[in-house]
């Protein structure tokens, strides 16, 4: 059965890095992009970044400077790491796997709610 | 970066009624990068439409997607109350890569 599943830890304190990986299961990493995104209440759905088998990285240019996204083919998993986090990244966050020609999102994690909190 | 906006904000409507969700971005958005999708509470976006107009599998066919350039729209037919969600577009732009989403139409079927 092709699917997501995603895990890391869900509380941080201000300043730590943020780490979520996301197991590809059923299916290759070859032939899509592969996504992270992530919801809060106050900004929405909001695409943080986007990696291929090849470990060619597209970030969100707002969060590019405190994102790294990598990809494990041997384990078929790809992880996200986001530094210096605040409040403010409190989110539910996703991956998800892209279709490459038309850039939609076919197949999703169940998302990982990750609150900052002092 | 382009950025989508939707409208209405919020659709109250009745079983068996027909409803017209607007999409409009910033700047033109090819046909081929523009999609629908829906989310229940709890649950992870599920994609109702890609390439403006082509339904995903197992999609029904009382969606369907329509625009181009800067303004697109979903529309359901015959709404149940399965329908009740919040709706969201999300477009692709590759100079240089970037994927926004719109902030979403809530649907309320009563």
């Known amino acids: 059965q092709v699917q997501l599943q995603q895990w890391g830890a869900g509380l941080l304190k201000p300043s730590e890095t943020l780490s979520l990986t996301c197991g590809v299961y059923?299916?290759?990493?070859?032939?899509?992009?592969w996504s992270w995104i992530r919801q809060s209440p106050g900004t929405g759905l909001e695409w943080i970044g986007e990696i291929n088998h090849s470990g060619i990285t597209n970030y969100n240019p707002s969060l590019k400077s405190r994102v790294t996204i990598s990809v494990d083919t041997s384990k078929n998993q790809f992880s996200l790491k986001l530094s210096s986090v605040t409040a403010a990244d409190t989110a539910v966050y996703y991956c998800?796997?892209?279709?490459?020609?038309?850039?939609?999102?076919?197949?999703w994690g169940r998302g990982t709610l990750v609150t900052v909190s002092s | 970066e382009i950025v989508l906006t939707q409208s209405p904000g919020t659709l109250s409507l009745s079983p068996g009624e027909g409803a017209t969700l607007s999409c409009r971005a910033s700047q033109s958005v090819s046909n081929s990068y523009l999609a629908w999708y829906q989310q229940k509470p709890g649950q992870a976006p599920r994609v109702l439409i890609y390439?403006?107009?082509r339904r995903a599998t197992g999609i029904p066919d009382r969606f369907s997607g329509s625009g181009s350039g800067t303004d697109f729209a979903l529309t359901i037919s015959r709404l149940e109350p399965e329908d009740s969600a919040v709706y969201y577009c999300q477009q692709y732009g590759n100079s240089p890569p970037l994927l926004t989403f719109g902030p979403g139409t809530k649907v309320d079927i009563k």
């Open positions: 390439g403006t107009s």
């Open positions: 059923g299916v290759s990493l070859s032939g899509y992009y």
């Open positions: 998800a796997r892209a279709i490459v020609w038309a850039r939609y999102f076919d197949l």
